[in-house]
């Protein structure tokens, strides 16, 4: 039998001098409330849990049931074991400080319990993402400002994928792992060892609708693309667009891909659509970590210096050639 996800982390924690074992325990908790969402985004309109809440996030979207059920689950997942002094999610504002009822640990966690959530009433897949931080030394009350740390600072990144199979994938700086929850048993063994995205790739993933708010450099990068053989280059393309980020990352690591959601001038007030600190960070280091690469179009994600928890990025990432293509389209542009 393959090993389950904590057996996996213990025994690559045996590397990591002075490991205390919080971390495994934190990573413990974060496997549980992936279970536990797991179970209910599979259950849906039976224990009827789907359709949207009446209410909007801070970012002004639309909340599902499911956004502030998987909110809550895994706030109540992580809060009490004393690993964490305080979490920050896409549903909430402001950070949520681990209650004074509880002991306070030296990690900081960043998640968007629901990825992809306009995809749940159509039962396309979703997924969750988190991001590990440590707390910085001698903070015992953190503040937003705690959190404003570049991805290369990252502990920990990962994704669980609520698909056809509920799987999670983790990095911790050493490689990527995907593990598959086997639910007879009620856990994830690892069933995709070391995860590597090929260099190469003839498959993009962009929300065409927005063609015509793109910058020049990515509409050259994808008219190149659908022309293919026809225009300049050497191989045709193909395209997809799940709209549930999570999905995407994994169709790239299993089998290469070029994933972009540049800037667009539709609202010239974002930057982007995607957030730093709990989409755009935790996939670039899975990301970078299975050989791909992760870009605004102009820096590297993971060395950007956060502004906001909530901020975001213009995203392209995948396959390391395309990515170097797309990315030196910006060069002087
Ligand atoms: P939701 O969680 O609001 O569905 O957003 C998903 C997401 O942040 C990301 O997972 C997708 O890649 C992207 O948005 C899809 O955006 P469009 O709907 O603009 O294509």
Redesign the pocket.
């Given at each position: 039998m393959s090993k389950s996800l904590i057996q996996f982390i213990i025994e690559e924690q045996r590397h990591v001098q002075n490991a205390s074992g919080d971390f495994t325990g934190l990573l413990s908790d974060v496997v549980s409330a992936c279970k536990q969402i797991a179970h209910d985004v599979n259950k849906g309109a039976l224990i009827g849990v789907l359709g949207s809440a009446g209410s909007e996030n801070v970012q002004g979207?639309t909340q599902k049931k499911l956004d502030i059920i998987t909110n809550e689950v895994f706030i109540k997942a992580n809060e009490w074991s004393g690993h964490l002094a305080a979490m920050a999610s896409e549903e909430m504002e402001d950070i949520y400080p681990i209650p004074a009822k509880y002991p306070k640990g030296k990690y900081l966690i960043t998640f968007?319990p629901?990825?992809?959530?306009?995809?749940i009433d159509v039962n396309i897949s979703v997924g969750t993402i988190f991001s590990i931080l440590r707390c910085p030394e001698g903070v015992t009350n953190p503040t937003a400002a705690d959190f404003m740390q570049p991805g290369t600072k990252q502990v920990c990144a990962g994704y669980a994928l609520y698909g056809p199979n509920t799987m999670m994938v983790i990095t911790t700086g050493h490689g990527v792992n995907g593990f598959t929850l086997d639910r007879d048993v009620g856990d994830f063994f690892l069933t995709h060892p070391n995860m590597q995205i090929p260099a190469d790739t003839n498959e993009f993933a962009i929300?065409m609708s927005?063609q015509r708010y793109w910058e020049k450099p990515v509409q050259r990068y994808v008219e190149e693309c659908v022309k293919g053989k026809d225009g300049g280059r050497e191989k045709n393309f193909n395209m997809r667009?799940?709209?549930?980020?999570?999905a995407?990352v994994h169709r790239i690591l299993t089998r290469g891909g070029i994933f972009m959601?540049p800037f667009d001038t539709k609202d010239p007030a974002k930057a982007g659509?995607?957030?730093l600190m709990y989409?755009a960070n935790p996939m670039s280091f899975i990301v970078e970590q299975a050989g791909g690469v992760s870009s605004t179009g102009r820096e590297r994600i993971m060395d950007l210096q956060p502004q906001g928890l909530h901020q975001r990025v213009p995203v392209i990432l995948g396959s390391k050639n395309e990515v170097e293509r797309a990315v030196s389209y910006h060069k002087g542009a």
């Open positions: 979207e968007d629901l990825d992809g959530s306009s995809n929300n927005n667009w799940v709209a549930s980020m999570v995407e959601y659509k995607l957030r989409e």
